[in-house]
């Protein structure tokens, strides 16, 4: 059983750097209040994400869209009383992001209150320049490729992305797009494992994985989905509680396969 080591310091961008300069992985959940912050602290979890699929597991709509800041500030300021060392990070909910300035607006404001030190964002290539400006303006930011839940009307539903050429091509020349305007930080949600491989190995910033095979330099889930509480996890995610007798041993078995690299096996990625 893997020994949980909380955290002895904060964690920060020059660090996750040093960790996949080092090659060592790093583990990431989802959590949305003061307790569940607490006990991924306890369990060595080096980021915790306040994201919008909050939507679907804490407020039960079918997609992450109802989401709004003030959704995300009140959670994301609950987990922040919670975490010590661990880094928080926020996702700008659908339609915070429709304007530049609305942008830095909303990001600024959920930075201020909340004390998260990084904010996520959807979009891709439109967000190209709305990264640009947050960097200028000294905000950290994660940009998310791959599937992009807030697209779901867009997309049909929930899929793969980049299984062909040329949207392979594409989401990597994105990528180094959202490097070169200053993201801090990149998220790949279901992608075939190569093609995760592949953008891992391009990028300098550290790439963040749910979906999108072993190499990524970080791992993400949803945190109910590993609790097996979500009742619809998805096919990429492992239910940890099946073989741990508490909600701490499941999720320090999660950090403990996530640095050993026995998360995510075959039957978690996509080819
Ligand atoms: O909203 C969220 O929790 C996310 C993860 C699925 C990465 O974006």
């Known amino acids: 059983m893997y020994i949980p080591k909380p955290l002895d310091k904060k964690i920060t961008i020059p660090y996750l750097n040093q960790l996949k300069q080092q090659g060592e992985k790093f583990a990431c959940l989802t959590a949305y209040d003061f307790c569940f912050a607490q006990v991924l602290e306890q369990a060595g979890v080096e980021v915790v994400l306040v994201g919008d699929s909050l939507g679907m597991v804490i407020q039960g709509h079918d997609t992450t869209l109802p989401v709004t800041v003030g959704d995300i500030e009140y959670h994301a300021a609950a987990v922040n009383r919670g975490l010590e060392h661990a880094m928080l990070i926020v996702d700008m909910p659908f339609g915070s992001l429709n304007s530049q300035q609305q942008a830095l607006d909303n990001a600024s404001q959920l930075i201020k209150r909340s004390g998260a030190q990084v904010v996520k964002l959807e979009g891709g290539i439109t967000q190209i320049r709305t990264v640009e400006i947050l960097s200028k303006y000294s905000i950290p930011v994660c940009a998310h490729l791959g599937l992009q839940p807030q697209s779901v009307h867009k997309l049909g539903g929930y899929r793969v ?80 509680m099946q073989q741990q007798n508490s909600i701490q041993d499941a999720i320090s078995a999660y950090v403990g396969e996530v640095k050993n690299q026995n998360f995510p096996d075959a039957s978690h990625c996509f080819s």
């Open 161 to 240: 992305q980049g299984r062909e050429h040329d949207s392979a091509i594409e989401m990597k020349d994105t990528a180094l797009q959202l490097q070169e305007a200053g993201a801090d930080l990149l998220l790949l949600e279901c992608v075939p494992q190569q093609l995760a491989t592949e953008i891992t190995e391009l990028l300098q910033i550290p790439v963040i994985g749910i979906g999108a095979g072993v190499n990524c330099d970080g791992q993400i889930l949803v945190l109910q989905d590993i609790l097996g509480i979500s009742g619809k996890a998805p096919s990429f995610s492992k239910n940890y």
